[in-house]
């Protein structure tokens, strides 16, 4: 029966190959669609997922996901480090800024602020330069993904950021997230410095009568030409300076849900997530909370309907042209089972032969748009595995319309002419 597959299947060429170009192309759609979703979740929590030395992300309690929250004051890190379980605890800022390359095209980007020497954040698949560089005055990093929509070409090129002077010291691979503007790595230094640029800044202070002398900085802009660069003065973060997260890393042996609520209850308005949990609660955000996840769904689900129909479409024709050969094994007294397997293998030969091509060019086209682009279609096994799954489902499914048709074919009509 095997060999009556085959045959069926080879015997006209064209037909086959256009079949095979239907089924490669459903499974092409089903795959990149799963596999930019899950690149698009994924990146959205790198910086998360990729440092395992911090427990625990304390934020406000406004939280919404990674990148959006309101601010804590600089003061809580000293705060925290009293708290008892806490053995380490380090500021994390998130903050917008605004680029300008050489041609003086500007760009939003996404300062990722931390402390460049310091033990829990760290900057992973560092290509080249040193994190330690940081420290340094004007000195950023960057994804390689970004250098040409930041216009520039390497290590040590400068540019503007808000108006100050900004040094490239070295770059990274596979740390941006698709969901968000091009980030810039920088020490919690320099992004203070970038953020007063172009401003003049005074402190004001006022008697209170129950907290003593209140000091606020009022800042004021600089009158300067588009071409010409500000000031540039490194400021160490003060008790009120906004952060954004305090990272923290627990004692050995702590218990880390206990922690957690030792925080959220020394600390009123805010929040408490382990790693496991501010991951999820991102990529939650950006599949429920957003049209991404529905409209890759729905692409995905056009591509098994166009491999229904066109798989379809192929074995009813091929059922067709080979009635006669089925009536023949029916009036030999083949059961009705045997002559469904001949349609089974042939569609399931289909999608194989459609699935093995398809991955092939999933692959290479993933990492063709991740080298240049910064883009991730993420296929893991698991995806790899459901898919073949709904490829041999599509086909098997389209087969029962062959199989209908056979269904009602009359031994008799062998000896009809």
């Known amino acids: 029966m095997a060999s ?6 080879l015997e006209d060429i064209p037909r086959f190959l256009v079949a095979q170009a239907g089924i490669i192309f459903a499974v092409s759609l089903i795959t990149i669609q799963i596999g930019i979703l899950q690149g698009f979740t994924t990146s959205t929590t790198l910086l998360i997922d990729n440092n395992p030395n911090i427990d625990i992300w304390l934020s406000s309690d406004e939280i919404v996901y990674f990148e959006l929250t309101q601010p804590l004051p600089f003061s809580t ?8 379980g806490v053995a380490a605890a380090e500021p994390f800022l998130l903050q917008t800024g605004r680029w300008r390359s050489e041609t003086g095209k500007i760009a939003p980007i996404r300062f990722i602020g ?13 290509i080249e330069g040193r994190v330690s560089d940081l420290a340094e005055p004007q000195t950023i990093m960057t994804d390689e993904a970004n250098l040409k929509s930041l216009q520039i070409e390497a290590v040590g090129d400068v540019a503007t950021i808000n108006a100050a002077t ?28 970038y953020a007063t640029a172009g401003l003049s800044s005074r402190a004001r202070c ?9 000091c606020t900085t009022e800042y004021e802009r600089d009158d300067l030409s588009d071409e010409e660069n500000a000031t540039f003065k490194v400021q160490s973060l003060n008790s009120v300076d906004p952060i954004t997260y305090v990272l923290i890393k627990a004692t050995p042996g702590q218990d880390i849900q206990e922690l957690v609520q030792r925080l959220e209850t020394r600390f009123e308005n805010t929040r408490a997530n382990t790693r496991a949990e501010l ?3 991102t990529r939650s955000f950006w599949r429920r909370s957003t049209g991404v996840g529905f409209i890759l769904a729905l692409g995905a689900v056009v591509g098994v309907i166009v491999g229904m129909v066109v798989v379809g479409q192929i074995l009813y024709s091929s059922v067709s042209d080979h009635i006669k050969e089925f009536g023949t094994l029916k009036a030999m007294g083949a059961s009705d089972w045997i002559i469904y397997k001949v349609i089974i293998e042939q569609s399931l030969w289909m999608a194989v032969l459609g699935y093995l091509p398809s991955m092939l060019l999933c692959f290479g086209l993933g990492a063709w748009t991740f080298e240049t682009q910064g883009i991730r279609i993420l296929i893991t096994p698991l995806t790899a595995f459901g898919v073949f799954l709904v490829t041999t489902g599509m086909c098997v499914g389209s087969a029962l319309f062959a199989i209908q048709k056979v269904m009602r074919v009359d031994p008799a009509i062998v000896f009809k002419a």
């Open 4 to 9: 009556i597959a085959r045959k069926n299947l």
């Open 77 to 84: 890190v000293d705060d925290v480090l009293k708290v008892e």
């Open 114 to 126: 931390f402390e460049p020497l310091g033990r829990l954040f760290r900057l992973w698949n560092v």
């Open 166 to 193: 900004a040094r490239l010291v070295g770059l990274a691979r596979g740390t941006q997230s698709i969901a968000s503007s091009k980030f810039i790595f920088a020490s919690l230094e320099n992004i203070k410095g």
């Open 206 to 214: 006022v008697m209170d009568s129950e907290r003593g002398f209140v």
């Open 279 to 281: 991951s999820e609660m």
